[in-house]
């Protein structure tokens, strides 16, 4: 009882946080343009071949015009040395962390963070005995810390390279976890529209598409990223329950994401033009994955540890 009445209040703090987002447009020409972006998927639920390590996180290298961003920092949920991150950029020759000029954490959940003790923490690592990112900036969606990288808490929509934009980072109610901040990276494609990386999309993508179309009056090209819909599985049991589809979820465990979800929102990217859309496994299920894949056809992206897409 206790709990619903927290979740309606978060629900409240929901729709309340959302209608104060500050009517702020950004110019295309201000924000600039890359020319291609390449985007790396270092960890994720399925690796591309045996040699790469697969876990239900995130951690991607995305590479807009030479600017070099490390977008979560996986789950590393065994605390291995190295990590399954730093095992799959090891094999891939992406050198960690010379080889970035900004960590962006989408959220402090610990598969984006690093695991369970950085979220405890509340901080975030690349391995189990970290790297020095001394010299580095780490965009953050909430308050956090590193011992070495220099930590931005992000609040507003920020600029952080030319045609590179963190999002403002958007609330969600989680039932069990409570209110959750997340941030998506932008980036301003030329000729194409926007590519957007979510993270685990407690945000919606719904509220995240919205929100970049008030702020940035450009077309929306590709949705890459966690979309959590896990439907018919969840890539976590624990005690026999699937946690993905009862914690992570933005409704009460009675009602968890159902097909008429992963309908409404391949709809709803449809009717937004969204070309290209590409679907991580970590939160999401297979089943979840094989619709938008037959909807989307060849311009469907397969995110798999070890694999990587140009645009
Ligand atoms: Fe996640």
């Known amino acids: 009882m206790l709990l619903y009445l927290r979740y309606r209040r978060g629900q409240k703090w929901v729709r309340e946080r959302l209608n104060e987002i500050p009517e702020i447009k950004i110019d295309p020409d201000f924000l600039g343009e890359v020319e291609s972006v390449k985007i790396t998927f270092l960890v994720d639920y399925y690796p591309v071949d045996e040699r790469f390590k697969g876990e239900p996180g995130v951690s991607y290298h995305v590479n807009a015009d030479g600017y070099r961003v490390l977008f979560d920092t996986g789950f590393n949920a065994s605390n291995e040395e190295p990590s399954p991150l730093l095992h799959n950029?090891?094999?891939?020759?992406?050198?960690?962390?010379?080889?970035?000029?900004?960590?962006?954490?989408?959220?402090?959940?610990?598969?984006?963070?690093?695991?369970?003790?950085n979220q405890?923490?509340?901080?975030?690592?690349?391995?189990?005995?970290?790297?020095?990112?001394?010299?580095?900036?780490?965009?953050?969606?909430?308050?956090?810390?590193?011992?070495?990288?220099?930590?931005?808490?992000?609040?507003?929509?920020?600029?952080?390279?030319?045609?590179?934009?963190?999002?403002?980072?958007?609330?969600?109610?989680?039932?069990?976890?409570g209110k959750t901040l997340e941030q998506a990276l932008v980036i301003n494609l030329k000729g194409r529209g926007l590519v957007v990386i979510v993270g685990c999309g407690h945000q919606k993508v719904q509220n995240l598409v919205n929100y970049l179309e008030k702020l940035v009056p450009v077309k929306i090209y590709a949705v890459i990223g966690g979309v959590h819909l896990?439907?018919?599985?969840?890539?976590?049991?624990?005690?026999?329950?699937?946690?993905?589809?009862?914690?992570?979820?933005?409704?009460?465990?009675?009602?968890?994401?159902?097909?008429?979800?992963?309908?409404?929102?391949?709809?709803?990217?449809?009717?937004?033009?969204?070309?290209?859309?590409?679907?991580?496994?970590?939160?999401s299920c297979d089943y979840t994955l094989g619709r938008f894949r037959e909807e989307w056809g060849n311009d469907y992206i397969e995110i798999k540890a070890g694999s990587s897409v140009e645009l």
């Open 89 to 117: 950029a090891s094999l891939l020759n992406i050198k960690l962390p010379e080889e970035i000029d900004a960590v962006v954490i989408s959220h402090m959940h610990l598969d984006h963070i690093g695991g369970m003790r």
């Open 120 to 177: 405890i923490r509340r901080t975030f690592s690349l391995s189990r005995k970290d790297l020095d990112l001394t010299g580095k900036i780490a965009f953050v969606p909430v308050k956090m810390s590193h011992p070495t990288a220099d930590v931005v808490v992000n609040s507003t929509p920020t600029i952080i390279s030319k045609g590179v934009l963190v999002t403002e980072p958007l609330p969600s109610m989680l039932y069990f976890m």
């Open 230 to 283: 896990p439907v018919t599985q969840s890539r976590e049991t624990r005690f026999g329950l699937p946690v993905q589809k009862i914690l992570g979820t933005g409704k009460p465990p009675w009602n968890s994401p159902s097909r008429k979800d992963v309908e409404d929102l391949i709809q709803f990217l449809k009717e937004k033009g969204v070309k290209k859309v590409g679907i991580s496994a970590h939160d």
